[in-house]
Structures are given as C-alpha cells and as structure tokens.
C-alpha cells in the first residue's frame, strides 16, 4: 500500500541519484504556460526551438499570440509539431488570459475555481492545467504525465485502469502540501523516465527505483 513514507523515499532516492532538476525552465509565467500547450505529444527540445522562435518574433506574450496571424503563428511553432492544432490551442488560451486581465488577476481564484476555467478552453487537459497551476501559478496541484503512470506502474505500485484524478490524488493525499516538493517530485520522475524508464525498453540498472516495490 503506498503511503507518505513510501512516497518519500522515492523522492529521497531519485533526488540524491539525479540532483535537483530546478524545472520549469522559463524565464516568465506566461512562458510556461505557452510551454505547457507545445510540449503536448513533442519533447522538450521541440517546444525550446518554438519558444526561441516566438522570442525572436516578439510574440511571445497574451497580445502577440492573440493577434498573431495564423500562418506566421504555424511557422513559428512547427518544430513542436501538430502545430496547427497547438496554435489553435495557444490562441485560446491567450485570449481566455486576456479577458482574465492576464495571469496576476487570477491570483485571488481558488484553485479548484481556476482549474475548471482552464479545463474549459479548448485543447487544455488535466495535464496541461495542473502544469499552469503548479509552474506558473504556484498552487499546491500535482503534475501526472506519462512517465509517472509508466513508473509507477512497471513497480507494481498502481493497477492498470487508474485514472488521472485517482493518481493525482494518490500524491496529494500522501504528500505535504508543498509547491516545491509537488514541482521537484514531478521533475525527477520525468527524469527517471527519460533516463531510466523508457516506454519501449526500461534500463533498470542503476536505476534510483531498482526495487523500490520490495518495501511495500
């Protein structure tokens, strides 16, 4: 049964292996929005090209993106991929922000409240929405991805069928109300999974995990 002490090992483990990750790389809040919408479906090096191409164009913010032209939009994004459909996504979301009054006036918003805003526009999923909430917004949500299921599950610490809220909530219940533990915890289990627990062949050895089931 996975409880707080269980939980908190894996972190020691994985921090003393891989160090602190300092993650998400961006230098404002809007930018890690904007990275949140990219790295759908891509890697991470991707949506930096994209980034560096909406930076050099002066578009990366609300304003830009929501005037931006469709066509010089897709140019700039492409390297993310599926970019017809991010930029669709991007656009949403900038003008939603701005009839908002941009990221500070939401700061007053319950965090429940502001989740359900950003899980309604279109193209923003559970993922998305707790990586704004947790990275641009500072609230106390936990990130699950695809690395965290893979893990979590190749140690036989989660059935098969479990959802996305029921695995959020496995850490929110188990865990201190902590945002930068909620953003280190998630960092280091994507970087498990990149370096470790790779979806077609994991790489058990040396792996900060190895065993970790065994304490159950």
Same mark, same amino acid.
């Given at each position: 049964?996975?409880?707080?002490?269980?939980?908190?090992?894996?972190?020691?483990?994985?921090? @003393?292996?891989?160090?602190?990750?300092?993650?998400?790389?961006?230098?404002?809040?809007?930018?890690?929005?904007?990275?949140?919408?990219?790295?759908?479906?891509?890697?991470?090096?991707?949506?930096?090209?994209? #980034?560096?191409?909406?930076?050099?164009?002066?578009?990366?913010?609300?304003?830009? #993106?929501?005037?931006?032209?469709? @066509?010089?939009?897709?140019?700039?994004?492409?390297?993310?991929?599926?970019?017809?459909?991010?930029?669709?996504?991007?656009?949403?979301?900038?003008?939603?922000?701005? %009839?908002?009054?941009?990221?500070?006036?939401?700061?007053?918003?319950?965090?429940?409240? $502001?989740?359900?805003?950003?899980?309604?526009? !279109?193209?923003?999923?559970?993922?998305?929405?707790?990586?704004?909430?947790?990275?641009?917004?500072?609230?106390?949500?936990?990130?699950?991805?695809?690395?965290?299921?893979?893990?979590?599950?190749?140690?036989?610490?989660?059935?098969?069928?479990?959802?996305?809220?029921?695995?959020?909530?496995?850490?929110?219940?188990?865990?201190?109300?902590?945002? %930068? $533990?909620?953003?280190?915890?998630?960092?280091?289990?994507? %970087?498990?999974? !990149?370096?470790?627990?790779?979806?077609?062949?994991?790489?058990?050895?040396?792996?900060?995990?190895?065993?970790?089931?065994?304490?159950?």
């Amino acid at each position: 049964m996975i409880d707080t002490d269980l939980l908190l090992d894996i972190y020691r483990r994985m921090e @003393e292996a891989l160090g602190h990750q300092n993650w998400w790389p961006a230098e404002t809040p809007f930018e890690v929005c904007v990275g949140a919408i990219l790295t759908q479906n891509t890697n991470w090096s991707n949506v930096e090209r994209a #980034i560096k191409n909406l930076k050099q164009a002066g578009l990366l913010s609300p304003e830009g #993106i929501a005037a931006a032209e469709d @066509e010089r939009l897709f140019e700039l994004i492409k390297p993310a991929g599926f970019y017809k459909q991010k930029a669709k996504r991007l656009k949403a979301f900038s003008k939603w922000l701005l %009839e908002q009054g941009g990221l500070d006036a939401l700061k007053d918003t319950p965090t429940e409240t $502001l989740r359900e805003m950003l899980l309604s526009i !279109k193209g923003v999923g559970h993922e998305t929405a707790d990586s704004i909430l947790l990275y641009a917004l500072d609230r106390p949500v936990f990130v699950v991805d695809a690395y965290t299921y893979r893990i979590f599950l190749r140690h036989n610490l989660i059935y098969e069928e479990i959802t996305y809220n029921e695995l959020q909530e496995l850490f929110m219940r188990n865990l201190p109300e902590d945002v %930068e $533990l909620f953003k280190e915890y998630h960092a280091l289990l994507v %970087e498990v999974g !990149k370096r470790f627990c790779k979806k077609k062949k994991p790489l058990c050895g040396g792996c900060p995990l190895e065993g970790i089931n065994s304490l159950l």
